[in-house]
């Protein structure tokens, strides 16, 4: 028993020792992994973010672009059909005029 006692307890307390500190060290490892892990996604996270941000501007601008240009061509077009009106309606009232004119020197 006094052998046990002299050699066996205090192996098995540098055991447990040994196993507490593998325990620790383990437990940093895994803590260390998570940090590690949620820096990773936190970073990948600002990144979409940052890349959503800059494809939503892309897209605004491209929309401001679009309405700009819809609002010019439909004013060039307003502008296009107005003369085309202007002309069709000078021409009636001149042809109707040359008719009037006719037909009072046909009477």
Request: with cysteine; aromatic share 0%; glycine share 2%.
């Amino acid at each position: 028993m006094k052998s046990y006692l002299e050699n066996d307890v205090p192996k098995l307390n540098e055991m447990l020792n040994n196993e507490k500190i593998k325990r620790e060290e383990g437990d940093d490892d895994i803590d260390k992994k998570v940090t590690d892990e949620i820096v990773q996604v936190q970073e990948e996270i600002n990144n979409d973010k940052k890349n959503r941000e800059q494809t939503e501007e892309a897209i605004l601008e491209m929309l401001r672009v679009l309405v700009t240009k819809s609002k010019s061509d439909i004013e060039a077009e307003r502008e296009e059909r107005e003369k085309t009106e202007e002309t069709l309606i000078s021409l009636l009232e001149d042809t109707c005029n040359k008719l009037t004119q006719n037909d009072q020197g046909i009477i």
